[in-house]
């Protein structure tokens, strides 16, 4: 089994600053793909940002310039860098991790919302204008 803690979110203004952090425990190596989605109720998940075993990163367009994702596989764990807050970037924000990471027809950023098997119980990020 594969266990996810995410922490970090909470309520900032729009321009500042938060960073997300996700402790993977379990039956997990530093081959795993490891990503952000988020989601907001009664909408679709949206991948966020997505790092593979070689440090390969890819990031929703949205977030680009302004996320950034990084791994620490010495510490198991995963974060996420959030600068300059938009009040859209509000969610419940979500650690993911996936053995496979390719999905035929999917990039790892449109696979880690949908495909990736295992996540964590979310982490809220709220940002007001």
């Known amino acids: 089994q594969v266990q996810l803690v995410e922490s970090g979110g909470g309520s900032v203004q729009a321009g500042g600053s938060l960073r997300l952090s996700c402790v993977a425990s379990?039956?997990?190596?530093?081959?795993?793909?490891m990503g952000w989605f988020r989601q907001v109720v009664d909408y679709a998940r949206e991948g966020v940002a997505v790092?593979?075993?070689?440090?390969?990163?890819d990031y929703a367009d949205s977030v680009k310039g302004r996320f950034s994702i990084s791994r620490d596989n010495a510490k198991n764990t995963l974060y996420l860098q959030m600068n300059n807050l938009k009040p859209e970037d509000t969610a419940m924000y979500y650690c993911?991790?996936?053995?496979?990471?390719?999905?035929?027809?999917?990039?790892?950023?449109?696979?880690?919302?949908?495909?990736?098997?295992?996540w964590g119980q979310g982490t809220q990020v709220t940002v007001s204008s």
């Open positions: 379990g039956d997990i190596d530093s081959t795993y793909y």
């Open positions: 993911a991790a996936d053995s496979v990471g390719k999905h035929p027809g999917m990039t790892p950023i449109q696979a880690v919302g949908v495909m990736f098997p295992h």
């Open positions: 790092i593979d075993s070689d440090g390969k990163i």
